[in-house]
């Protein structure tokens, strides 16, 4: 195995180990993973009950991600997700984009992405973002594919984000 892939592989078991796991629910708050993911994922800001947030900036376009493989998932059958985290734009349009995808063996077979413009319309405040998605050919997918949430700043815009869910129904 290659260092960059043993690196991915680490990063990985870090993300997929640091997500607090519900039936159906998967959370990720950067208050609780400050202390064990790497220090580029995060930033200390202390502001409106936010110590510590994920973000996205123009060196970071892509934020912190939750992954989760299919086999951790209770039940394999569901038919939707919903990604929803808490946001604090810095301007409109803040072309900072929700993030749903799936990979197969490091290969994208799912991706769509939700405006974070068209659901918040004010700046400068701590508000929620939420993205729905019907789970595509559910029959299809296999063990080791993985759900992937993520918020990307097409334009290199900053952005902070609070705590991330990926909830399954």
Same mark, same amino acid.
């Given at each position: 195995?290659?260092?960059? !892939?043993?690196i991915i592989l680490i990063l990985f078991l870090i993300v997929v180990g640091c997500c607090k796991f519900y039936?159906? !629910?998967y959370v990720s708050d950067p208050e609780d993973l400050h !202390?064990?993911?790497?220090q580029y994922m995060y930033k200390q800001v202390n502001m409106n009950g936010h110590k510590y947030v994920f973000f996205v900036d123009s060196t970071h376009p892509y934020s912190?991600?939750?992954s989760i493989p299919l086999k951790e998932? !209770?039940?394999k059958r569901y038919k939707s997700v919903t990604g929803k985290c808490e946001v604090y734009l810095f301007s409109l349009p803040s072309y900072i984009n929700l993030v749903f995808e799936i990979r197969r063996n490091d290969n994208i077979i799912f991706w769509n992405s939700l405006s974070c413009d068209t659901v918040i319309k004010?700046?400068?405040k701590w508000q929620e973002a939420e993205f729905f998605n019907q789970i595509p050919n559910v029959d299809t997918l296999l063990d080791n594919d993985i759900f992937k949430f993520y918020l990307w700043s097409v334009k290199y815009n900053p952005c902070y984000i609070g705590k991330m869910e990926l909830i399954f129904r």
């Open positions: 195995m290659t260092f960059n !892939k043993c039936e159906n !629910k !202390k064990i993911i790497p912190y991600t939750i998932l !209770k039940r004010s700046i400068l």
